[in-house]
T-cell receptor, first 114, second 115 residues
Framework: AQSVTQLGSHVSVSEGALVLLRCNYS??????LFWYVQYPNQGLQLLLK??????LVKGINGFEAEFKKSETSFHLTKPSAHMSDAAEYFC????????????FGSGTRLQVQP | ETGVTQTPRHLVMGMTNKKSLKCEQH?????MYWYKQSAKKPLELMFV???????ENNSVPSRFSPECPNSSHLFLHLHTLQPEDSALYLC??????????????FGPGTRLTVL
C-alpha cells in the first residue's frame, strides 16, 4: 500500500521568500506523484504531477517539484512567495495497480506574511 | 475549475432528512470519485466509478448511497446522517481509472452540516 507524509501542517514565509513544502511517500512500486492546491472554500486544483521522465517538474504559478527516488521525496518549491500563494497544499500518490486511486497527505497550510 | 461542478455548495440537514449531492463533469471523462474532507483529517476516498460501474467502495457506511447514471453525472444520496458526517464532500473526475497518466480534476465541493 502507498502512503504520503507531509512534514509540517503549517508553514509561514515572508512575501518574496523561498517556499518549501515537504512530501515523502511510501510505495512498493514506482509511484505517480501530484501536488494539489486548495484555496478557501474551493476544491482542489492540480499544481503539477510526476509520472515518468524528467524528475524536475514545473507546474502552474511558478511552482516546481523534484522527484528523488533515493529519498522517496517530492518536495514542492517556489523561489519567491506571493500573497496569493496562501492556501492549503496536498501531496498525493498513486501507483500502477489498475486501481489508481489517489492517496493524499494530510495537507500543509501555507501562510504568506507581508 | 468549471470542468467539474457540484451542487449545492452548502447544505444543512437534520439527522432524519434525506438529501442528495450532485456532481457533473464537462471534461469527457469516464471515471468519477467521491471524497470526504473533514477537519484535521486527510482526504478520504469514498467511492469510485469507472464507465458508470462502481469499482471501489472504501468501507463507507450505508447511509451514503452513490449513483452514477452516466459518465458525466454522479450523485451521493444521504439519509439518517450523523453529526460526524459534517464535512466538505468533493467530487472528482478523470479520464479512466487505470490509465497510465490519469489525473483527477476536482469540483469545488459541497459543505455539509448535519445538525
Amino acid at each position: 500500500a502507498q502512503s504520503v507524509t507531509q512534514l509540517g501542517s503549517h508553514v509561514s514565509v515572508s512575501e518574496g521568500a523561498l517556499v518549501l513544502l515537504r512530501c515523502n511517500y511510501s510505495s512498493s512500486v514506482p509511484p505517480y506523484l501530484f501536488w494539489y492546491v486548495q484555496y478557501p472554500n474551493q476544491g482542489l486544483q492540480l499544481l503539477l504531477k510526476y509520472t515518468t521522465g524528467a524528475t524536475l517538474v514545473k507546474g502552474i504559478n511558478g511552482f516546481e517539484a523534484e522527484f528523488k527516488k533515493s529519498e522517496t521525496s517530492f518536495h514542492l518549491t517556489k523561489p519567491s512567495a506571493h500573497m496569493s500563494d496562501a492556501a492549503e497544499y496536498f501531496c498525493a500518490v498513486s501507483v500502477d495497480t489498475g486501481r489508481r486511486a489517489l492517496t493524499f497527505g494530510s495537507g500543509t497550510r501555507l501562510q504568506v506574511q507581508p | 475549475e468549471t470542468g467539474v461542478t457540484q451542487t449545492p455548495r452548502h447544505l444543512v440537514m437534520g439527522m432524519t432528512n434525506k438529501k442528495s449531492l450532485k456532481c457533473e463533469q464537462h471534461l469527457g471523462h469516464n471515471a468519477m470519485y467521491w471524497y470526504k474532507q473533514s477537519a484535521k483529517k486527510p482526504l478520504e476516498l469514498m467511492f469510485v466509478y469507472n464507465f458508470k460501474e462502481q469499482t471501489e467502495n472504501n468501507s463507507v457506511p450505508s447511509r451514503f448511497s452513490p449513483e452514477c447514471p452516466n459518465s458525466s453525472h454522479l450523485f451521493l444520496h444521504l439519509h439518517t446522517l450523523q453529526p460526524e458526517d459534517s464535512a466538505l464532500y468533493l467530487c472528482a473526475s478523470s479520464q479512466m481509472v487505470g490509465s497510465t497518466t490519469d489525473t483527477q480534476y476536482f469540483g469545488p465541493g459541497t459543505r455539509l452540516t448535519v445538525l
